[in-house]
């Protein structure tokens, strides 16, 4: 019968139907493509920067990581598609779920990335195995992600708001004044310190004017960036 499915016999059909997998993928998942194309400036990238075994592995497992998400992605909404073709809440939370899991395969990729390129970043009289990440600017990365997942966790705990608009506290002035904290730890001068703290108040009061926040959400955003920040650059700096 025509368009009929059948199991594949052996390795080499098995294997087949997983390429026509990734294939389909390719062909009709804009984002899937975008990463395949991404990958591959990554590897010609990588050839000219002339990296080492070791910083190779980390990005080609950052590429992987990505890829393998966004198939997995996929194959649940082509799942959900099928088994509920009309909208259902449960459906969406599936799709929304799945798509979250690629946004957090991105960010470890690039967290992935950075560790790989770091030696481009940094002197060369930094002990990458040691103090590394102790450095301003590896605690200032670190002090932001916590920030960001302290800032999820209230949210879902208030439930109200979206990620990126309203809700109890702030996730922009959470960053906006974590980063400026951590200016005041890097060798950079008292204007660029004042200068950041000066964005971080802006980014803060345009959340206010916009309507997004109330003050009260302002304020806990910017307390809970400063307090994480200056925590954790005392305590390991």
Known sequence: MKGQWTKPSGFIGSLNCAIEGILWAAK???????????????????????????????????MTLVLFAELVNTAIEVTVDLVSPEFNPLAQRAKDVAAGAVLLASVGAMVLGYLALSRFFFVAEVDVTHDFMRTTGNIAIISIVIVVLLVILAKARVGRGTPLHGGMPSGHAGVAFSIATSVAFAEVGLLVILLAWFLAVMVAQS??????????????????????TLGMQLAFH
């Open 28 to 62: 009709t998942q804009r984002h899937m493509l975008f990463h395949l194309l991404a990958a591959i400036l990554v590897l010609v990238g990588a050839m000219f920067l002339r990296l080492t075994l070791h910083e190779f592995a980390l990005l080609a497992l950052a």
């Open 207 to 228: 959340r206010v004017l916009l309507g997004v926040h109330t003050f009260r959400e302002i304020a806990a955003g910017s307390l809970l960036g400063v307090l994480t």
